[in-house]
T-cell receptor, first 118, second 113 residues
């Protein structure tokens, strides 16, 4: 399978615990995005990487959230001291962008990780 | 700043009748526009995209969308609905200058037998 993969697919944790999600993008894609989707809403942008550089973070991404893409391939999203409000589907997407001023190609989404904080 | 508004949160049509899902956008520059579909318990799938080429864009599964700059609209249409089209549809705008990607709140399409 050459699509975007995410692990785990489901995570149930207790409030206050830390969780980490992993995203493996399509191998030739240099951009990787994280989104959060709550019930009945569209995905909300959290952050994105171009290769290993994190280029933008949404203000939705509080200091309890951190994302990395150390070698420009897979990425991890960590949430520290989880709260019930963090319960959501966390989506990863990847795309290509070849140079400044060029429009991004469409994003390919993974299946998501559903987080439930009890 | 960019924004996207999906004018209907729910749309119901009978099988075999036309589908129209409405989307209006706001962008200060030349936008890219996309429609994605999300079936229950499945990932988001790209239906079609507009990136400043032809204003009438054809996508998968018989869907089309027309970019109308004067109306700042990018409505999604299909001539004849099928039961398998029942899903959540998202209109997305992307601005090349600030690289933000904004999703609409979604339109849930119901197909009546």
């Amino acid at each position: 399978d050459t699509g975007v993969s995410q692990n785990p697919r489901h995570k149930i944790t207790k409030r206050g615990q830390n969780v980490t999600f992993r995203c493996d993008p399509i191998s030739e894609h240099n951009r990787l995005y994280w989104y959060r989707q709550t019930l009945g809403q569209g995905p909300e942008f959290l952050t994105y990487f171009q290769n290993e550089a994190q280029l933008e973070k949404s203000r939705l991404l509080s200091d309890r959230f951190s994302a990395e893409r150390p070698k420009g391939s897979f990425s991890t999203l960590e949430i520290q001291r989880t709260e019930q409000g963090d319960s959501a589907m966390y989506l990863c997407a990847s795309s290509t962008r070849w140079g400044a001023g060029q429009k991004s190609d469409e994003q390919y989404f993974g299946p998501g990780t559903r987080l439930t904080v009890t | 700043a960019q924004s996207v508004t999906q004018l209907d949160s729910h749309v119901s049509v009978s099988e075999g009748t036309p589908v129209l899902l409405r989307c209006n956008y706001s962008s200060s520059y030349s936008p890219s526009l996309f429609w994605y579909v999300q079936h229950p318990n499945k990932g988001l799938q790209l239906l079609l995209k507009y990136t400043s080429a032809a204003t009438l864009v054809k996508g998968i599964n018989g869907f089309e969308a027309e970019f109308k700059k004067s109306e700042t609209s990018f409505h999604l249409t299909k001539p004849s609905a099928h039961m398998s089209d029942a899903a959540e549809y998202f209109c997305v705008v992307s601005d090349i200058r600030d690289d933000k990607i904004i999703f609409g709140k979604g339109t849930r399409l119901h197909i009546l037998p």
